[in-house]
């Protein structure tokens, strides 16, 4: 057993499945962060908002200002010398920075596809990935390689393969699978595309979305990994992202993952591809791949195989920590994010907040519209970790403007999956006595009815 | 280099798109055989959304801007007939004509798109408390310009409140504003351009409804931000949420701040009429909700029919009778308000505070079940999901 693992990690492989990879994924990046700016997002998310919600553990990051464009600017830069290639260790790290950086600026923008890349882009701090089909390697033959460690294209299969199983394995709840919840609510409402509006209003319909997608998820990275099955497993990535892209504003995530999915397919077919890009560039194939040879790639020291093994190991059990929290995930959502829960639930919420005066007994509403974006305050009012920061916030403002002996309380109402709207912290609770910890939070009243499932 | 990749991946799936078909098709059967036994019934047809939008303009919104708009036409003559002889008589048909104009654009003032969300319909005839230090100071040096959005709460019928009714104590006082005030033709002046700007106002946003606006309205039945019913669904609640339940009760209550804020009720200055307007404008929130044709008593798509479609579907709780049943409470506990809510505020708040609860459960239900349900898109949230 111990002699098979050696030798699985003294295995070679061709390069150009990475340098593909690095290619796709840095383009991409770069892509996003332009649309990103063209649609005016980082004005209306980082720049305008008063307050701004931070994840446990990362209050110092914030928005700088104005520098914040320097900020995407960066990040954008270092996504193209990702995809040319070009001082690659540097640049995949000013990426992930940057990258992460801008995720953790606000958790009202929570995407999963963020941590995502994230996530890829830490993995790839460490993989060879400019050994072949990048100006590194024209620039310096020493740098050039053909032959990479099989393991370092495997990796990003299994983050991959990680991603949509367990996307897969959180859709097997009683919701999903026997209410057809939220597709029942979202479908509907795409009653205006051709050809498919009036599909979208039939039951049949939204169970088999439901069937069909985690179906998908769970099948999908075992499909791409049998050489039998690789085209067509393909074939389903592309007709299911295209779906979702056409249902839901789900921006670039699934051309992303479309391309991603490609590090499945063998040497010949990424050997293609790169002809077809040096074409497309119009740059000379033979001499951009010529001094590699058949070098094998060696890591120096042998610092990354650990790190990214304590990597994988946190990935495969951090989505798991929702099971120490006793109540209903989805209602309470302690342990919900960064785990591949995606497009799992909707939930609408309000939430208003009551400033008290404990000494006088003097009370105030807040109007949320002073202090939050529509978009925060929607986040907001269904997330109690928001609710609660914001409370917080909200204590701190009025105590600055000289009112004293300050409480806040939280009148909240939520609906989950299109069930009717319920109580959802306990109005009666200073929110300014509780803080924000991995405990449980005993202030989010009860959900008052089970889904089944993992 | 981008249109490279798409042709790629396009070759791809046509490739392999007819054996994706079948699998589908294989798949949607199963699922479909599946799930028969507890879908409930199978939904037929549609729910139409541009016969909605038509209902909502042919019967609701066109025939309410008419309606309002004759009567500001008539508040604008007894005005004109008013500067001309200023007497008690004329002061009080005037009154007359602008309590029904103040009463009868409560079935408008939700409706805040097309025009009227360009000329910020709403925010130029009754934003309150009016600035009364402000609107002297525009009557003496008689400098002022009702198209900028500094003057909102100089001017509609907060304005016209005061000048009616605000001036002094009685009538025979008031009327002497107009004639022996030595700035009499300054007072006229600015109680006719209140009126003008009224009347113009009203007639530009019925023109633009009968000139075509109509038919781009319920031809945009397209499900997205900027789509009619989107559009109008963020309209209606965010007029239910701020005009109605925050400022003509929470606001005054002191819901919102420390102590409560007679001088902010609705038509401070007339008085009487405070709860004659919360209740016309609770029974217009119904009667669009249930689709109710403005002028009698048939009734046509609406969000209660919407709902009602969307729970064949979902098979939940009854929303439209909630919200039905909740809005008959609401009414209830308005009715028992003094017809003077200054004086209801003053002598007993609370009665104000509970009318305010029960507007609020309506809140709830509609902003987040009903939004829930429609899966309308939040105004102006536009970032990615996942």
């Not at chain 1, 909707?346 to 002073?370: C, R, S």
């Not at chain 2, 609860?357 to 709830?364: F, P, S, T």
Request: proline fraction near 3%; charge should be neutral.
């Amino acid at each position: 057993m111990l002699a098979a693992v050696q030798k699985y990690f003294k295995k070679d492989t061709q390069a150009a499945p990475l340098a593909v990879f690095r290619v796709l994924f840095g383009f991409m990046m770069f892509l996003s962060i332009v649309r990103f700016w063209m649609n005016g997002w980082i004005e209306k998310l980082y720049i305008q908002p008063k307050f701004f919600f931070s994840y446990y553990g990362f209050e110092w990051v914030k928005p700088i200002g104005d520098y914040t464009y320097l900020l995407f600017i960066i990040c954008g830069i270092a996504a193209l010398f990702v995809a040319l290639g070009y001082k690659y260790r540097i640049a995949i790290i000013v990426f992930f920075l940057s990258f992460t950086y801008i995720e953790l600026m606000d958790k009202t923008t929570y995407l999963n596809h963020y941590y995502f890349i994230s996530c890829v882009g830490f993995l790839m701090i460490f993989l060879p990935a400019n050994a072949y089909f990048s100006i590194d390697a024209y620039k310096n033959p020493n740098k050039a390689f053909q032959l990479v460690p099989q393991w370092t294209i495997d990796s990003i299969k299994l983050m991959l393969g990680i991603v949509y199983f367990y996307a897969g394995l959180a859709k097997l709840n009683s919701d999903w699978l026997f209410k057809a919840m939220p597709l029942k609510i979202w479908l509907p409402s795409k009653y205006d595309l051709p050809f498919l509006g009036d599909l979208m209003q039939q039951s049949w319909v939204h169970y088999t979305f439901s069937w069909s997608g985690a179906l998908y998820d769970l099948a999908i990275p075992f499909l791409l990994l049998y050489k039998r099955t690789r085209w067509f497993a393909f074939a389903l990535v592309v007709i299911f992202h295209v779906m979702t892209r056409i249902l839901f504003p789900i921006g670039m995530f699934p051309y992303i993952m479309i391309v991603s999915t490609l590090i499945f397919f063998g040497t010949g077919f990424h050997r293609k591809i790169i002809r077809f890009i040096s074409k497309l560039l119009r740059i000379d194939y033979s001499k951009m791949v010529a001094l590699t040879q058949t070098k094998k790639y060696r890591f120096k020291r042998n610092i990354a195989l650990p790190i990214l093994a304590v990597f994988f190991v946190f990935q495969l059990v951090f989505p798991w920590r929702y099971l120490a929290y006793p109540n209903e995930l989805f209602w309470t959502e302690e342990g919900y994010r960064f785990s591949w829960r995606v497009m799992l639930m909707e939930k609408a919420g309000y939430a208003q907040f009551k400033i008290k005066n404990t000494e006088t007994g003097e009370q105030f509403l807040v109007d949320n519209t002073d202090f939050l974006t529509p978009f925060q305050e929607k986040q907001m009012s269904t997330q109690p970790d928001f609710i609660l920061q914001y409370a917080h916030f909200l204590g701190e403002h009025f105590e600055a403007q000289g009112h004293e002996n300050i409480a806040v309380y939280a009148e909240s109402y939520v609906a989950l999956n299109g069930r009717l709207s319920q109580p959802y912290v306990d109005p009666n609770v200073d929110l300014m006595k509780q803080r924000e910890s991995f405990r449980r939070k005993d202030w989010i009243l009860p959900f008052n009815d089970t889904i089944k499932g993992l | 280099m981008l249109a490279g990749w798409f042709f790629l991946i396009k070759i791809l799936t046509m490739k392999f798109l007819k054996i994706g078909i079948l699998l589908a098709i294989v798949a949607a059967s199963i699922a479909a055989c599946s799930s028969d036994s507890d879908s409930p019934e199978e939904t037929n047809d549609t729910f139409d959304r541009g016969a909605m939008l038509a209902n909502w303009a042919d019967n609701i919104i066109i025939p309410a801007y008419s309606s309002f708009n004759s009567k500001v036409v008539e508040m604008e003559s007894a005005t004109t007939i008013f500067n001309a002889m200023p007497t008690v008589e004329n002061l009080q048909s005037l009154r007359s004509f602008w309590k029904e104009a103040y009463v009868s654009f409560q079935n408008v003032s939700m409706f805040e798109i097309g025009k009227a969300e360009e000329v910020r319909f709403r925010n130029r005839l009754n934003v309150y408390p009016t600035n009364v230090a402000q609107i002297e100071d525009f009557i003496a040096t008689g400098n002022y310009d009702f198209a900028l959005p500094s003057t909102i709460d100089k001017q509609g019928f907060p304005a016209l409140d005061y000048m009616l009714n605000g001036l002094a104590e009685t009538d025979a006082e008031i009327v002497t504003f107009y004639t022996l005030n030595s700035n009499a033709e300054g007072y006229k002046n600015y109680l006719k351009t209140l009126s003008q700007t009224i009347s113009s106002l009203s007639n530009e946003v019925l023109t633009s409804w009968t000139g075509g606006y109509r038919d781009t309205f319920v031809a945009n039945t397209s499900s997205s931000a900027s789509g009619a019913v989107d559009k109008l669904t963020n309209d209606y609640i965010f007029y239910f949420e701020k005009a109605l339940r925050a400022g003509k009760v929470g606001i005054p209550a002191g819901i919102f701040s420390s102590g409560t804020l007679p001088q902010n009720v609705e038509a401070f200055y007339k008085k009487d009429i405070s709860k004659e307007l919360l209740l016309e404008a609770i029974d217009a929130s119904v009667n669009f909700f249930n689709g109710r044709s403005f002028n009698g008593n048939s009734t046509g798509q609406s969000f209660k029919t919407y709902l009602d479609y969307l729970n064949t579907i979902k098979n939940g709780e009854n929303l439209s009778a909630l919200i039905n049943n909740q809005f008959a409470v609401a009414k209830n506990k308005a009715n028992e308000l003094n017809v003077n809510f200054i004086q209801q505020i003053e002598t007993d708040n609370t009665k104000m505070l509970a009318s305010y609860d029960e507007l609020q459960r309506l809140v709830v239900l509609m902003k987040v079940d009903m939004v829930q349900a429609f899966d309308v898109t939040i105004d102006y949230v536009d970032a990615d999901g996942d």
